[in-house]
């Protein structure tokens, strides 16, 4: 098995197991289930080239409509939360300058992901952890839906956030762990 598709592998199991089961994104299971969802692994560690590369992803959305959403996995780069940081700091600024704003906006993940004003060791942060950085670049239009039919949009993150304190950390420790391990 190539370094890709271990790549990608680990993140269709991360979020299958963790993302859909758990319900962190309840807009996911479709997309997961029809096989819409674009995989891009990146090697690169430059943000520069990250960002070429994320437009290149941006145009293959709008080349191929079958496609909903990209998960744009770093699989070298960005590995501390501060680069990624970095890189996300850009990121949406910089589609949005190559017309995509009212298109796509991305969604991050990160293995070291930690919200703002949370302690860095809080469990809620695995609402947004994932066994790579990512970049998932949505279709606004597609989400503007999926929210509009959703009964309470408002309510996920509380909710998600209750699902990973029920869990706890060991359980999202264990699994990243192990999927690191396969």
């Known amino acids: 098995m190539s370094l890709e598709e271990n790549v990608i592998n680990q993140c269709k199991l991360w979020l299958e197991k963790i993302i859909i089961d758990l319900n962190f994104c309840p807009f996911a299971k479709k ?6 969802i674009a995989y891009a692994v990146d090697g690169s560690a430059d943000i520069e080239e990250a960002l070429q590369a994320l437009l290149v992803q941006c145009q293959r959305l ?18 501390t939360f501060d680069q990624f940081l970095d890189l996300i700091d850009i990121a949406q600024p910089f589609i949005f300058s190559q017309g995509y704003e009212g298109t796509y906006q991305i969604a991050t993940f990160h293995p070291h992901y930690q919200f703002g004003g949370v302690a860095k060791d809080d469990v809620t942060n695995f609402t947004n952890r994932s066994p790579f950085p990512i970049l998932h670049l949505i279709r606004e239009d597609d989400m503007a839906r999926a929210v509009n039919a959703h009964p309470d949009p408002e309510g996920i993150p509380e909710r998600n956030m209750d699902v990973a304190r029920e869990k706890g950390q060991a359980f999202f420790q264990s699994f990243l762990h192990q999927l690191a391990k396969d």
């Open 62 to 79: 709008d080349d191929e409509p079958a496609i909903a959403t990209t998960l744009m996995i770093f699989s070298e780069g960005f590995q």
């Open 31 to 36: 997309e997961f289930v029809n096989d819409t």
